[in-house]
């Protein structure tokens, strides 16, 4: 039988990357649903190729224009207006696997109605175990889920790892996460304050969405990165390092206590990730081009200067601290990259938001999705309150 698929975010770069990968296949998957924020134009498109059964957008307004565009072009997808709509296409009994690819922590919702349901979880949310963490994996575990991750670096990590997490903590001595470092990553850090949101989106490597390559810029993507990797593979803080590597031909790293590495290599395409994710243990063709060694001049690898990329040294930070503390480091940041990307703040003030922020709201230790959000909501009001100060 086909795997049913929804995905959560088919409009963004992942969507549209895992919806590629299934078009490939189109004798193993299908797509039962879809999500999106407001691009009515291209979720209509998808909507008209893949058939889904539902989807469902961000607003009322946007879910109205999309049922009343899928009638007027006879096509048969339900659009689900409800407010728990990303719950339902996440958990319906009929859906083997979810691809969550909703950026921030409007994810962290439907990612727990999935790992609940005991789906096949393909996370390339990254917030959800940011702002979830112990809560997000205790849902996994609970509910039967099946988590594999979709970050390209966590991928490369799951890869190398033994396949039984049971013999994780007797054999491995750290993980590397590499970084390219991003458009920045040769700049002087005295000149990073004239930074305009159109520099901070060309990434060298990869095309993404705005929010994303910001923090990629910033290297916040990485601070990210390293908290979801404590979660993902249950590492302490200090197990997790981080190198910069421009080629981003080796997604990361695992080093065992023998001091052997296992690498995982290839051309930077979010389609092998997704392809992986969506197959594993088989493997199946992701689109992606092979690498080819004879045509690489080298592979060069340089410290994370703290001066450059101050914000991904808050991770390690913040996961030594109380368990909510990551919660707010990631409501911070969103708050402050869009006062960056709406020009209300320079670029070198995302990091003084983040850091004013998790020195303003108390720390804490939520229970429960609603005190997460509580806890949430405070850290974004404290944020937006650092950002007008700054921006006054």
Known sequence: MK????????TGSIGKSTLDVISRHPERYEVFALSAATQVDLILEQCARFRPRFAVMASAQHAQELAD??????????????????????SHQDVDAVMAAIVGAAGLSPCLAAARAGKRLLLANKE?????????????REGGATLLPI????????????EDPATWAQRVDSILLTASG???????????????????????????????????????NKALEVIEARWLFDLAPEQIKVVIHPQQIIHSMVQ??????????????????????????????SGASRLDFGALAALTFEDADARRFPGLH??????????????????????????????????????????????????????????????????RQAAANVAATLAA
């Open 3 to 10: 795997q049913r698929i929804t995905v959560l975010g088919s």
């Open 151 to 162: 970050d390209s670096e966590h991928s490369a990590i799951f890869q190398c790892l033994p």
């Open 128 to 140: 959800a175990l940011v702002v979830g963490g112990a809560m997000f994996m205790r849902a996994v």
């Open 182 to 220: 991003g458009p920045f990553r040769q700049r002087s850090p005295e000149t990073l304050s004239a930074i305009t949101p159109e520099q901070a989106c060309a990434h060298p490597n990869f095309s993404m969405g705005r929010k994303i390559s910001v923090d990629s810029a910033t290297m916040m």
């Open 256 to 285: 065992f206590k023998d001091a052997s590495i296992l690498a995982q290599l290839g051309t930077p395409d979010m389609r092998v990730p997704i392809a992986c994710g969506l197959a594993w243990p088989e493997r199946i063709e």
């Open 314 to 379: 808050l991770s390690w930070h913040a996961l030594n601290a109380a368990e909510g503390t990551t919660a707010v480091l990631n409501a911070a940041n969103e708050v402050a990259v869009d006062a960056f990307l709406s020009r209300r703040l320079r670029f070198d003030q995302i990091h003084a938001v983040n850091l004013a922020t998790l020195e303003a709201v108390p720390s804490s230790k939520p229970d429960s999705l609603e005190s997460l959000l509580d806890l949430d909501a405070q850290a």
């Open 69 to 90: 565009r899928l009638k007027a072009n006879q096509i048969p997808t339900s659009v689900i207006q409800a407010q728990d709509a990303l719950e339902l296409i996440a």
